[in-house]
């Protein structure tokens, strides 16, 4: 069956970095795209970036040019590098696949940014 694992994740001071990874299996990961995601305590899961099968890569606005998404097909790994990070990007991040038309997610994993 599906299952992602992210790891990563952790308290860093504003204007630091950390890189989250997400390790997939139960499907051909370098045929599907993969997000992550965010969800931040009182509001909506909002999409962070997406990168294609083809690596091809999309960035919500308010993390674009802080975060790179990458992935290592041979690892069946998506990795989400995130750098500047301030206090408004600290939520529970989660990755994702949608797999024949049902979407899977990892049990996520804490970003905590200190001011």
């Known amino acids: 069956q599906v299952q992602l694992v992210e790891s990563g994740g952790g308290l860093v001071q504003a204007g630091g970095s950390l890189r989250l990874s997400c390790v997939a299996s139960g499907f051909t990961f370098s045929a599907f795209a993969m997000r992550w995601y965010r969800q931040a305590p009182g509001k909506q899961r909002e999409l962070v970036a997406t990168?294609?099968?083809?690596?091809?890569?999309v960035y919500t606005t308010s993390v674009e040019g802080r975060f790179t998404v990458s992935r290592h097909n041979t690892k069946n790994t998506v990795y989400l590098q995130m750098n500047s990070l301030k206090p408004e990007d600290a939520a529970v991040y989660y990755c994702?696949?949608?797999?024949?038309?049902?979407?899977?997610w990892g049990q996520g994993t804490q970003v905590t940014v200190s001011s």
């Open positions: 994702n696949v949608c797999y024949w038309n049902e979407d899977y």
């Open positions: 990168i294609s099968s083809v690596k091809t890569t």
